[in-house]
């Protein structure tokens, strides 16, 4: 009996057509970051930074200060949720005030705000880094319109 290449061709193409839907879609998908996640207001409680980011550790960083001419910030966050913050008034002092205490994270799991200490207490935690807010949870800009950011120390 002869084989006819003939009949092939289509068992070829039908197998070729049977891929898995699923494997498809996930080869699609754009990984959305937390910070995207966060200001496109798409809830998932799957990835924020409370749950998915190593965010523990040394930050530090140079914000804006209302009676001095900037405020070196020098934060560290620790794993049972306390803090331990240095500020420095530059232009005024080199004294180190320290506070030091606990920090709570907002419902959704972006936000963290230091307890018992006055603005500016509240930043937004993105990898390797925090973002300085304001007292109504915005981010502070400089005259550029860039966020003020506290770097993560290796």
């Given amino acids: 009996m002869k084989f006819d290449l003939i009949y092939l061709i289509p068992v070829l193409f039908f197998l070729g057509a049977c891929g898995s839907p699923e ?3 996930e080869e699609q998908e754009e ?11 798409v809830p998932d409680p799957a990835h924020t ?3 998915a980011l190593d965010y523990y550790g040394a930050y530090e960083g140079i914000v804006p200060c209302e009676d001095c001419d900037n405020m070196l910030m020098r934060i560290n ?3 049972d949720d306390t803090y331990r913050l240095r500020r420095t008034f530059l232009g005024v002092s080199d004294d180190v005030h320290e506070d ?4 709570v994270w907002d419902d959704a ?11 500016p207490n509240q930043f937004f935690v993105a990898e390797y880094s ?3 807010l304001d007292k109504d ?6 005259e550029n319109g860039e966020p003020y950011y506290l770097a993560r120390r290796r």
């Fill in 23 to 25: 494997t498809e879609t």
């Fill in 31 to 41: 990984e959305i970051s937390i910070e995207q996640n966060y200001e496109e207001d």
């Fill in 49 to 51: 930074a409370r749950n």
């Fill in 77 to 79: 966050l620790f794993e």
């Fill in 100 to 103: 030091t205490g606990d920090f």
């Fill in 109 to 119: 799991g972006f936000k963290i705000t230091f307890e018992n200490i006055d603005p």
């Fill in 130 to 132: 925090l973002i300085l």
């Fill in 137 to 142: 949870g915005e981010r502070v800009k400089d």
